[in-house]
């Protein structure tokens, strides 16, 4: 079955270290994207793909870095820059950008501990 | 950028009742989407409106694409307890937007 994974589900980090979170997806998209969500409020745009080795920047970008070499993958990396970084996180994909067709994945609960 | 206003932005109902949500904006958007979210997981797609003025069913669930462009809403007949979850609406143009979310409740 097609779908767009995230892993982990939960993941704990210690202030002024680094972590990635994974995002996979075999759905063939182009688009991809990475969404922040806090309690109360409708998800922000981190980062957005619409093709291999291209990214922009989206609303709250600032303490985040990501890439997509490949067609399958963008991950996000949450930085030590991050000043609040305890959400949770949402991947989603589309056929092409500006698509209406978004497929999220389950989410990554981050905790800064 | 541009966010929604989504009201209400909690509701506490009995099971069987209707439930009505909506979402205003200040931009056109080309497209309004509908989402539920269930605790814990991602957002899943209820219903996408094209054209305004368009009425769109899915089961239970009723949604409008506002004449304007700029609003949108969402019914819900005879509630049940699965109904339980976030509804986001969504605008699209070149990129989506959100609203913040209904919180629904069904009380049996």
């Known amino acids: 079955d097609g779908g767009i994974t995230q892993s982990p589900k939960y993941l704990f980090r210690k202030e002024g270290q680094n972590v990635t979170l994974s995002c996979e997806q075999n759905?063939?998209?182009?688009?991809m994207y990475w969404y922040r969500q806090d309690p109360g409020q409708g998800l922000r745009l981190i980062y957005y793909?619409?093709?291999?080795?291209?990214?922009q920047k989206g609303d709250i970008a600032e303490g985040y870095s990501v890439s997509r070499e490949k067609k399958e993958s963008f991950p996000l990396t949450v930085t030590s820059a991050q000043k609040n970084p305890t959400a949770f996180y949402l991947c989603?994909?589309?056929?092409?950008?500006?698509?209406?067709?978004?497929?999220f994945g389950s989410g990554t609960r981050l905790t800064v501990v | 950028g541009q966010q929604l206003n989504q009201s209400p932005q909690s509701m506490f109902i009995q099971e069987g009742e209707d439930v009505s949500m909506n979402c205003t904006s200040s931009?056109?958007?080309?497209?309004w989407l509908w989402y539920k979210q269930d605790p814990g997981e991602g957002p899943v797609l209820l219903i996408a409106?094209?054209?305004?003025?368009e009425l769109t069913s899915n089961g239970r669930l009723t949604a409008q694409f506002g004449i304007t462009r700029k609003d949108s809403f969402l019914n819900i007949s005879a509630s049940i307890p699965s109904d339980v979850g976030i509804y986001f609406c969504?605008?699209?143009?070149?990129?989506?937007?959100f609203g913040a979310g209904t919180r629904l409740t069904v009380k049996p």
């Open positions: 989603a994909s589309s056929i092409s950008s500006g698509d209406w067709g978004y497929t």
């Open positions: 759905l063939n998209h182009d688009a």
């Open positions: 793909s619409q093709i291999v080795n291209d990214f």
């Open positions: 931009s056109i958007f080309n497209t």
């Open positions: 409106l094209y054209k305004a003025g």
């Open positions: 969504a605008g699209l143009t070149r990129d989506m937007r």
